[in-house]
């Protein structure tokens, strides 16, 4: 039973640093932004990464897609206090839109066009 205990406590602490990690950045500043699908195409999926890094996080839409003329507000932060994000947007076609220098804490938009 104690063995029971030791790998149920060790699990739970191993998931304490992917949940902070995915916790909003502490320094009040607003890092959401619209996006504003001005283009021809359904934009599927969403990513945000630091640049400077070839990952990207998780896709910012989820279930959602974003529809011609349509715009949808999300949230950019890693939780680490940065500004500055690439962000890619994928549509059905897998035709992508980039934006590598954007300043969230700054810049409240992005407009994607054909």
Same mark, same amino acid.
């Given at each position: 039973? %104690? *063995?029971?205990?030791?790998?149920?406590?060790g699990a739970m602490l191993a998931a304490v640093p992917m949940?902070?990690?995915?916790?909003?950045?502490?320094?009040?500043? #607003?890092?959401? *932004?619209?996006?504003?699908? #001005?283009?021809? $195409?359904?934009?599927?999926? *969403?990513? $945000?990464g630091v640049p400077g890094n070839e990952y990207y996080q998780?896709?910012?839409?989820?279930?959602? /897609?974003? %529809?011609? %003329?349509?715009? *949808?507000? /999300?949230? /950019?932060?890693?939780?680490?206090?940065?500004?500055?994000? &690439?962000? &890619?947007?994928?549509?059905?076609?897998?035709?992508?839109?980039?934006?590598r220098t954007l300043n969230v804490c700054t810049e409240s938009?992005?407009?994607?066009? %054909?």
């Amino acid at each position: 039973m %104690n *063995i029971l205990r030791t790998l149920a406590l060790g699990a739970m602490l191993a998931a304490v640093p992917m949940a902070a990690q995915a916790a909003d950045s502490n320094d009040g500043r #607003n890092r959401n *932004i619209t996006v504003y699908n #001005n283009s021809d $195409y359904q934009v599927y999926r *969403i990513y $945000y990464g630091v640049p400077g890094n070839e990952y990207y996080q998780r896709d910012l839409l989820g279930d959602e /897609v974003l %529809n011609p %003329n349509y715009h *949808i507000r /999300v949230s /950019v932060d890693n939780g680490r206090g940065n500004c500055t994000y &690439k962000l &890619k947007a994928v549509t059905q076609s897998n035709e992508t839109f980039w934006e590598r220098t954007l300043n969230v804490c700054t810049e409240s938009s992005w407009t994607l066009t %054909n």
